[in-house]
Nanobody
């Protein structure tokens, strides 16, 4: 049984930082491309960052470049997302997801089949 569990969300002031973690079990973690996605109420889910199996390739939307950093520890089967200089408009539920596809050079939710329940990030102004 595949389990994907996010943690690390919370309330932070604008300009602050948070580090999200995602632990995975039930699949060969180091064979999987991993991604972070977020969804605010009444908005579509969007990719925040994606990373290939060994961390050698990453993708970020322009809005996150220079502020967010995705990493993974395959020995611990854990994915991380360091978020700095957070903005109120980034308030959303953040999800971790796993894809059995190889690196396809994009970060879209349709490619991901195993999802966690999400962790709430709230950025106050």
């Amino acid at each position: 049984q595949v389990q994907v569990v996010e943690s690390g969300g919370g309330l932070v002031q604008a300009g602050g930082s948070l580090r999200l973690s995602c632990t995975v079990s039930g699949l060969p973690f180091d064979d999987y491309t991993m991604g972070w996605f977020r969804q605010a109420p009444d908005q579509e889910r969007e990719g925040v960052s994606c990373i290939n199996w060994n961390g050698g390739k990453t993708l970020y939307p322009d809005s996150a470049k220079g502020r967010f950093n995705v990493s993974r520890d395959n020995a611990k089967k854990t994915l991380y997302l360091q978020m700095n200089s957070l903005k109120p408009e980034e308030t959303a539920m953040y999800y971790c997801a796993a894809s059995s596809f190889g690196w396809v050079g994009r970060c879209v939710s349709d490619d991901y089949f195993h999802w966690g329940q999400g962790t709430q990030v709230t950025v106050s102004s």
